[in-house]
């Protein structure tokens, strides 16, 4: 009985666990490595073990940084089932089907500039099709049932709160008469986060696997970031400009839904239109509505009251198709225009950002982690001028950082998750960068006298004997 870490350990990407009792062998998630061009190509690179010996995946949820490579693992050679909560392998069936449309797009970008070199075209990781193709091996579950997958394995999914269908997984494993209890966070949601329930507490396990994407900071207050936004919201009525939110599809998106909709009459958001221009994210909000059965209860009566989907905001409306999207080019006040993608990096938001950046009277409001290098991390450092589609535009609109919407428990949240553990079990931190892993790792054993260890990438847990806190 043993574990192994292959993704995800020392860094935030990538989440991939190995868990072998007897002959048993399960993968928990099989997730893209994503960042810089480097770590990319690190996704093509040989397996670190036999795709064709894994006997199933358990997912914890539709992140790409989770889900992202389980198409390649179909292609080589994983005939298995991958269990999923329901709702998460609704948004798979759009996340990777996305991921392999982006992957043949990149493929077709750089075969341009190779064959111009004269040099062997390069193959997209996957394509659409074969994203899709993996959705056949989904086996759904719902929250709070024990079910026995393997021999020596039984799983039971709980809501971890991060996005929908988000799952902390609880796994019994039996082998020649030992018995142990392993609880794995999966990603863990941020407490009175909107629509979903906070994140379940766990009482019992020998073995945590726990993320610690933000254990060295603290997240700000929801009520803090409601009154920001309300306040560039009558900014920008005042402006009579229109305000443009760059906005992630799956999660971000449907939050910042219901807070519009929650706040219509503070805001006075009943003369704004409200736009939803993107695809992706739409596919997804019909998702999230057929699943408001796991909505907390505050959402829930909101979604009752307003009658739900486009009831939520009086004049809401989605943009499928291109000609949609370039209509609202011609609105010049009053639009509140949530388009993708989240860094600025594709998608509608650059036209978006085309018609009214260079305008003074228009807020442009950031509302996620930009990575280094997008267009969305220039813009948060004050950039004068950008470049869209090699013409040079002026930064004129209010360039507006909004903080406390992550998906992720801070510091305090994951601390809390923990002590509801009766024994104080050891614990392994995987899914964060060096220094939020020492940060919490410090916090930990200080204040709960936690045995905490910090995963390292290929190593190899011994299930059966006693774990030694190594850091």
């Not at 994407?213 to 009154?227: A, C, F, N, V, W």
């Not at 009251?305 to 004049?315: D, Q, S, V, Y």
Request: charged share 25%; net charge positive; hydrophobic share 40%.
């Amino acid at each position: 009985m043993k574990l192994e870490f292959f993704g995800a350990a020392g860094e935030v990407t990538g989440s991939c666990h190995i868990l072998t009792v007897g002959k048993s062998r399960i993968l928990l998630d099989c997730g893209m490595i994503q960042g810089s061009r480097k770590d990319e190509a690190r996704n093509r690179a040989s397996w670190p073990f036999d795709p064709g010996s894994v006997d199933a995946v358990v997912l914890s949820h539709a992140h790409i940084d989770h889900s992202g490579r389980l198409p390649l693992l179909v292609k080589s050679g994983f005939t298995g089932p991958i269990y999923a909560q329901r709702a998460t392998r609704d948004l798979c069936r759009i996340m990777l089907k996305d991921a392999g449309f982006l992957a043949e797009k990149e493929a077709e970008s750089v075969n341009r500039k190779r064959l111009r070199k004269g040099l062997t075209p390069v193959q997209p990781i996957y394509t659409a099709e074969e994203g899709m193709a993996a959705m056949r091996q989904f086996r759904g579950l719902p929250y709070e049932q024990r079910k026995t997958i393997l021999p020596g394995i039984s799983i039971r999914y709980q809501d971890a709160g991060h996005i929908l269908g988000s799952a902390i997984v609880e796994l019994w494993l039996d082998e020649e008469r030992v018995a142990r209890k392993l609880v794995f966070s999966g990603d863990l949601g941020h407490a009175g986060a909107p629509i979903l329930r906070d994140p379940t507490k766990i009482r019992e396990a020998d073995l945590v696997l726990m993320e610690s994407t933000y254990g060295d900071r603290l997240h700000r207050s929801r009520d803090e970031t409601i009154r920001e936004l309300g306040g560039i919201i009558r900014r920008a009525r005042h402006d009579k400009g229109n305000i443009l939110i760059p906005s992630f599809a799956v999660g971000r998106s449907q939050d910042l839904l219901y807070f519009l909709s929650q706040h219509r009459n503070e805001w006075g958001l009943d003369d704004w239109i409200v736009f939803l221009d993107s695809p992706m994210a739409i596919e997804a909000s019909t998702v999230y509505a057929r699943y408001a059965h796991l909505y907390d209860e505050e959402a829930a009566d909101l979604w009752n009251m307003r009658g739900g989907g486009e009831g939520l905001l009086p004049r809401f409306q989605l943009s499928r198709t291109a000609n949609q999207s370039r209509a609202i080019n011609r609105i010049r006040a009053g639009a509140i225009i949530l388009a993708g993608s989240g860094m600025c990096e594709g998608g509608r938001i650059k036209h978006h950002l085309k018609n009214n950046i260079w305008r003074d009277e228009c807020h442009v409001v950031i509302v996620g982690y930009q990575a280094h290098g997008t267009l969305g991390r220039r813009l948060v450092d004050g950039a004068e001028r950008i470049k869209l589609w090699g013409e040079t535009v002026r930064v004129a609109a209010n360039i507006h950082t909004v903080g406390g919407l992550s998906a992720h428990a801070d510091q305090e949240g994951l601390v809390q998750w923990y002590r509801g553990f009766e024994h104080r079990p050891p614990l392994f931190l995987v899914h964060g960068e060096e220094t939020a892993q020492f940060a919490l790792r410090d916090r930990l054993k200080a204040q709960l006298g936690a045995p905490v260890n910090i995963a390292s990438p290929g190593q190899t847990v011994d299930l059966i004997r006693p774990i030694r806190v190594t850091a």
